[in-house]
């Protein structure tokens, strides 16, 4: 396998509304996210833990909801908050 990342349940779900620039921030952190996930477990698919909690990060002045599947590889992004508009 070689790790991931998705949108869960879905794209048009999770991102529905939210600007295009915030998406591409959003897109752009989770391909980070994949690349720490992939250093930190270098073998996912044999990870025998429970996994991590959901955790929050501050994306262009919004918030991105997300979590790691190291069994499956994957980090899921669940949910966006696009920061206020003026």
């Given at each position: 396998m070689t790790w991931s990342w998705e949108y869960l349940p879905s794209e048009q779900h999770v991102t529905a509304?939210?600007?295009a620039?915030?998406?591409a921030a959003v897109e752009h952190r989770a391909?980070?996210?994949v690349r720490a996930a992939e250093a930190l477990y270098l073998?996912?698919?044999s990870y025998q833990g429970s996994?991590?909690?959901m955790r929050y990060l501050d994306v262009a002045g919004g918030l991105l909801a997300y979590y790691v599947v190291p069994?499956?590889?994957l980090v899921?992004?669940?949910q966006v908050t696009?920061?206020?508009t003026t």
């Open positions: 509304g939210a600007p620039s915030f998406l391909v980070e996210l073998d996912g698919t996994g991590e909690p069994r499956l590889e899921v992004v669940c696009p920061p206020p």
